[in-house]
């Protein structure tokens, strides 16, 4: 039984079912679905948007710029003005308008001194040996950058060379010089006075190449499509290759554990003894786990063909559709910008709270009385609803990125049209259709989403308490069992929510009868499912490594014979160009994953629809598609068999 009665035909029944689709996938003449909770979420901004403009127009924004001493008073502002709760009698708020900069204590983390300038002479490495051995010539801050009568103990502060950053006097270090001073007089250890000029040598080796390896980082994002592109072709070949090698690797290994010598020695031993050794037992037990693998791969040999062919059409349309590349990138332009407004809603509601004199219990600041925001109910419940909302709109960016690729894919497989549409392109047009109609069902998406990553997200938090309030060995490994099967409990609700936007676009439906149309299309073959994840796992994790070596082996090749630099001497930079090219190349990769499952929800659909068969993007994937068919019907036909000889025994018994 189908999961519809049959294609949109135009009949009152097909509108019914259909609305005004012509046919399945027609994302152009899709209705708006689930609107309500498209209203939800335009809330759930709205609220965003409110806490930003309170936020704003509350906020101490002077407080963002100015540094603090250690007493919480601020750097060049007069803090008399400040308004302080539970501030003892007596306590003195000084005016630091004269002192715009912060310096730091080289020998005591906790003495903070707003200074009129920074200094400009001393060596903060010669302060740490004074600290030592008392012999080394240190100079004290200057106490006319300082006020003396706030700043009473600041006369055996010991200055140094600093630079200004944000307000903040920075100590000037030469890491080569300061590295190897520092082990000569700390460690003294030989084995590391050995390593650093190599070590030296490598970071310089890294800072000449950094061009070349940034250039050969972003070349790894043509050399992963050009090895997309291969797919279509070395699939096949990859995959039936490592299917074959486990069991002819278990046959081998039981063979070499059986014989340990020679084959007529083996043999003649066992004849004479009449007992095998342990070794033996265990080359028998290995021969019959190899012997079950290839069961298991003849009975999934159908299976196999098809998820092969499927990676292979979906090379094939990211060849038609090259301008989903680019999805990901404008989605993420959109995060960021959302990122950015939830970071500036977050401090500036931060900053618009009161201030109080607090005294700490612990920590470095234990017994030293500061002034501190405090924060009351009202801005902590707002900033809870923004870190909820940033979890929420970040699975919701991570949805629609999935959603406006789909549009693409969809319209390509049900009609052949490469990324065109009304628009110009359907990757853009799939941006609009997921901020219009398919808001609703996005929302509810995330709205499922966010609190299985915020309970996540808490037994991270309990996991890390457990292990610093060292908690039973038993507790700890629960708190990690449970934490790994929501991970993984998680990842299928994530990927089962993906395939039903897909399953959304094709046959027109809210999120409700969607949900249902996957456990029709989609879940009815597990098997299937399982086998296309793995081996997508297997092919893109392959896919990236062996991307990341072409691209460092390139970069070895260039700086050889056009930089005549030494092979030995860039291993440092090569392995910081193989870590930045998989870094980059998971980007294409990742978006490559999202079209595999979109065009396996796209097969499995139209094979739902009774006598209905794709269009244009079938024909020019023809033999392919005809393949994954064709392995499908021989899979049901034997099933079908089987299950008729079962009966006819049974008749037979009876």
């Given at each position: 039984?189908?999961?519809?009665?049959?294609?949109?035909?135009?009949?009152?029944?097909?509108?019914?079912?259909?609305?005004?689709?012509?046919?399945p996938?027609?994302?152009?003449?899709?209705?708006?679905?689930?609107?309500?909770?498209?209203?939800?979420?335009?809330?759930?901004?709205?609220c965003?948007?409110?806490?930003?403009?309170?936020?704003?127009?509350?906020?101490?924004?002077?407080?963002?710029?100015?540094?603090?001493?250690?007493?919480?008073?601020?750097?060049?502002?007069?803090?008399?003005?400040?308004?302080?709760?539970?501030?003892?009698?007596?306590?003195?708020?000084?005016?630091?308008?004269?002192?715009?900069?912060?310096?730091f204590?080289?020998?005591?983390?906790?003495?903070?001194?707003?200074v009129?300038?920074?200094p400009?002479?001393?060596?903060?490495?010669a302060?740490?040996?004074?600290?030592?051995?008392?012999?080394?010539?240190?100079?004290?801050?200057?106490?006319?950058?300082?006020?003396?009568?706030?700043?009473?103990?600041?006369?055996?502060?010991?200055?140094y060379?600093?630079?200004?950053?944000?307000?903040?006097?920075?100590?000037?270090v030469?890491?080569?010089?300061?590295?190897?001073?520092?082990?000569?007089?700390?460690?003294g250890?030989?084995?590391?006075?050995?390593?650093?000029?190599?070590?030296?040598?490598?970071?310089?080796?890294?800072?000449?190449?950094?061009?070349?390896?940034?250039?050969?980082?972003?070349?790894?994002?043509?050399?992963?499509?050009?090895?997309?592109m291969?797919?279509?072709?070395?699939?096949?070949?990859?995959?039936?290759?490592?299917?074959?090698?486990?069991?002819?690797?278990?046959i081998?290994?039981?063979?070499?554990l059986?014989?340990?010598?020679?084959?007529?020695?083996?043999?003649?031993?066992?004849?004479?003894?009449?007992?095998?050794?342990?070794?033996?037992?265990?080359?028998?037990?290995v021969?019959?786990?190899?012997?079950?693998?290839?069961?298991?791969?003849?009975?999934?040999?159908?299976?196999?063909k098809?998820?092969?062919?499927?990676?292979?059409?979906?090379?094939?349309?990211?060849?038609?559709?090259?301008?989903?590349?680019?999805?990901?990138?404008?989605?993420?332009i959109?995060?960021?910008?959302?990122?950015?407004?939830?970071?500036?809603?977050?401090?500036?509601?931060?900053?618009?709270?009161?201030?109080?004199?607090?005294?700490?219990?612990?920590?470095?600041?234990?017994?030293?009385?500061?002034?501190?925001?405090?924060?009351?109910?009202?801005?902590?419940?707002?900033?809870?609803?923004?870190?909820?909302?940033?979890?929420?709109?970040?699975?919701?960016?991570?949805?629609?990125n999935?959603?406006?690729?789909?549009?693409?894919?969809v319209?390509?497989?049900?009609?052949?049209?490469?990324?065109?549409?009304?628009?110009?392109?359907?990757?853009f047009?799939?941006?609009?259709?997921?901020?219009?109609?398919?808001?609703?069902t996005?929302?509810?998406?995330?709205?499922?989403?966010?609190?299985?990553?915020?309970?996540?997200?808490?037994?991270?938090?309990?996991?890390?308490?457990?292990?610093?309030?060292?908690?039973?060995?038993?507790?700890?490994f629960?708190i990690?069992?449970?934490?790994?099967?929501?991970?993984?409990?998680?990842?299928?609700?994530?990927y089962?929510?993906?395939?039903l936007?897909?399953i959304?676009?094709?046959?027109?439906?809210?999120?409700?009868p969607?949900?249902?149309?996957?456990?029709?299309?989609?879940?009815?073959?597990?098997?299937?499912t399982?086998?296309?994840?793995?081996?997508?796992?297997?092919?893109?994790?392959?896919?990236?490594?062996?991307?990341?070596?072409?691209?460092?082996?390139?970069?070895?090749?260039?700086?050889?014979?056009?930089?005549?630099?030494?092979?030995?001497?860039?291993?440092?930079?090569?392995?910081?160009?193989?870590?930045l090219?998989?870094?980059?190349?998971?980007?294409?990769?990742?978006?490559?994953?999202?079209?595999?499952?979109?065009?396996?929800?796209?097969?499995?659909?139209?094979?739902?629809?009774?006598?209905?068969?794709?269009?244009?993007?079938?024909?020019?994937?023809?033999?392919?598609?005809?393949?994954?068919?064709?392995?499908?019907?021989n899979?049901?036909t034997?099933?079908?068999?089987?299950?008729?000889?079962?009966?006819?025994e049974?008749?037979?018994?009876?």
């Amino acid at each position: 039984m189908g999961a519809r009665a049959g294609p949109p035909d135009g009949s009152e029944e097909s509108k019914k079912e259909w609305g005004k689709y012509e046919y399945p996938g027609d994302v152009k003449h899709m209705k708006c679905h689930n609107c309500f909770c498209a209203i939800v979420f335009l809330i759930l901004f709205g609220c965003m948007i409110a806490l930003l403009v309170i936020g704003v127009l509350r906020a101490k924004v002077w407080t963002l710029t100015k540094s603090w001493d250690t007493h919480g008073f601020y750097c060049g502002f007069d803090n008399s003005q400040l308004n302080i709760k539970g501030a003892p009698e007596g306590l003195v708020k000084p005016n630091l308008v004269d002192y715009p900069y912060l310096f730091f204590d080289a020998l005591n983390v906790t003495r903070q001194i707003c200074v009129s300038k920074c200094p400009t002479n001393g060596d903060l490495q010669a302060i740490i040996k004074h600290n030592v051995t008392k012999s080394e010539n240190v100079t004290y801050l200057d106490n006319t950058t300082y006020n003396t009568n706030y700043y009473p103990d600041a006369n055996e502060t010991y200055e140094y060379k600093t630079t200004v950053v944000f307000n903040r006097c920075i100590p000037e270090v030469n890491l080569e010089e300061d590295l190897i001073n520092g082990t000569q007089f700390i460690d003294g250890l030989k084995q590391a006075l050995d390593a650093i000029p190599a070590l030296s040598s490598a970071l310089n080796s890294v800072f000449n190449l950094k061009w070349q390896i940034l250039a050969c980082s972003a070349a790894s994002l043509i050399v992963g499509l050009v090895w997309i592109m291969l797919l279509r072709c070395i699939t096949g070949c990859i995959v039936y290759f490592v299917v074959m090698l486990v069991p002819i690797a278990l046959i081998g290994f039981g063979v070499w554990l059986f014989m340990k010598g020679s084959l007529m020695g083996t043999i003649s031993e066992v004849v004479k003894t009449k007992k095998l050794t342990g070794s033996q037992i265990t080359a028998v037990i290995v021969w019959v786990i190899a012997f079950m693998v290839i069961l298991i791969i003849i009975f999934l040999w159908s299976k196999l063909k098809s998820t092969v062919a499927i990676i292979k059409v979906a090379a094939k349309a990211l060849g038609h559709n090259f301008m989903v590349i680019f999805v990901p990138i404008i989605t993420m332009i959109f995060a960021f910008l959302l990122w950015a407004a939830l970071l500036v809603s977050s401090v500036t509601l931060y900053t618009s709270a009161d201030f109080k004199y607090w005294v700490d219990d612990d920590g470095l600041d234990k017994g030293i009385g500061q002034i501190k925001f405090d924060l009351n109910k009202v801005l902590q419940y707002m900033l809870i609803y923004n870190f909820v909302y940033l979890v929420f709109i970040s699975v919701h960016m991570y949805f629609v990125n999935y959603y406006a690729s789909s549009v693409t894919l969809v319209k390509w497989y049900f009609t052949g049209q490469e990324g065109k549409t009304c628009c110009g392109c359907t990757c853009f047009y799939g941006f609009w259709l997921a901020w219009t109609k398919g808001l609703g069902t996005i929302t509810i998406s995330s709205l499922i989403m966010t609190p299985l990553y915020l309970f996540i997200i808490f037994m991270e938090y309990l996991d890390k308490k457990s292990k610093q309030e060292g908690a039973p060995i038993i507790v700890q490994f629960l708190i990690k069992c449970l934490k790994c099967c929501l991970w993984c409990f998680t990842k299928i609700v994530q990927y089962l929510n993906k395939v039903l936007f897909t399953i959304q676009q094709i046959f027109n439906t809210n999120w409700g009868p969607s949900a249902k149309l996957v456990i029709d299309v989609v879940v009815s073959d597990t098997l299937l499912t399982i086998m296309l994840n793995g081996i997508s796992f297997f092919i893109l994790f392959l896919s990236k490594v062996v991307v990341s070596i072409i691209t460092t082996l390139g970069f070895m090749i260039w700086v050889y014979y056009v930089k005549k630099d030494s092979i030995a001497g860039s291993i440092l930079a090569a392995a910081a160009v193989f870590f930045l090219s998989y870094i980059v190349s998971s980007f294409l990769l990742s978006a490559f994953d999202n079209i595999i499952d979109i065009v396996f929800v796209c097969y499995q659909s139209e094979k739902s629809i009774p006598g209905y068969e794709a269009g244009d993007a079938s024909k020019m994937v023809n033999q392919t598609i005809t393949d994954m068919k064709g392995a499908h019907e021989n899979a049901n036909t034997s099933s079908k068999v089987s299950a008729e000889k079962l009966e006819d025994e049974n008749e037979m018994k009876e």
